[in-house]
């Protein structure tokens, strides 16, 4: 009988060039696929809940697994732990319905950013945060990361690497704190484009120089020009993904 | 007129061969001393606090450097972290007689060794902590660490390779710590042997195997087989060297 497997993983996507399978690199989803096909002596097909690109982290991806073996979920979750690679987990799993699916059937997505802000960068530290040393204004980042909130046209914010017609997306909710030597963003949406993220938080952290009143603009006329910095993927992490 | 530089510095340990220049290695002593000599272009040698293993990083390692340059210190620090990796950065410089030596003149060394004990293991993490299992006595570990305090013979603490031939040494403190779901050592010692941290700290988390009275036994019989085991470089930090 088939059995559709959800996995909760974490992973450190220093090593990994990206989430998406591609030939002769090493990636998230071909480890994951390779490892359970090993395991249950049987091909499979790990979908996942979107793409990360090489060097972004996630705390908590969402994939899935179709298997036919009546194998325990905790022997599944073990015995696949052991195979993986050190700087991939699978946290929980889950059996659901055949026809959920991870990216389809997900309605929220967040996403987090941690800079740091100390005079000096950190060495230990450097695949996990970005650090930033430009001045930065905590208050107009609140403020300014307001005006995104709700519905836009996000073309501005899109790399131009992408293959998207449809540029609407919502976003529920922009969070910026100070927490010791780090600024962390939080971002919540209904889906987000090609380096959406890390465009908003280069946006936010030049915002000084950018203006929020170009941020208006940018969302009424696509420009890319008129926003910050594309910020580097360490520092990026799917946090969350959300399916009710 | 020749000048001796003081350079505390952090690293990550995962992508080196540990501090101590190797052939075709890469060490961060060997990358110091091709950066400098490639920024003052001049060949120059760098002194080290002493070894650390390959995967074991430090927080504060002391390193000393004779220039003969009328380099301003800042100018120094700043142009030389533009030149290193991202895994290792200089954080603070400063002049010191000539005859100060970052390993004979240092009084005091601190280490400090993560171990995460939450269920699954972390992926994101994974370089920076070590993931333990085993049940923990946290009141036991306390009070057997207080056995190793004071000058003891540490040769049942050290690994079989090595040159060394006085094996005595002086533990000031040890402290263990949880820290949410982190245990933290924290060994202070006017001198370490190879591994010794490292089997200390086995040594602890395995205190309902190993037994009081077998620590006592090993310190003065020098036999390792009644200790714990050694445990792996990453969770381990060079934290601290004091001179004074």
Redesign the interface.
Known sequence: MKRNIMMII???GTNFFGWQKQTGKRTVQGELEEKISKMLNASCKVEGCGRTDRGV?A?NYVATVVIERNIPLTNFKNAL?KLLS????V?KVKEVPLDFHPRFSAKRKTYEYIVDVSK?????N???VTHWTEQVDMERMVKAGQILVGEHNFKAFCSSHTNVTDFNRTIYEISVKKVGKFIKFEITGNGFLYNMVRIIVGTLLQIDKVKEENIVKALKSGDRSLLGKTMPPNGL?LKKVEYV
């Open positions: 974490e992973y450190s982290h705390k732990n050190d700087d991939v987990v946290k000096t960068r950190s060495a230990i450097h695949n996990l992490y």
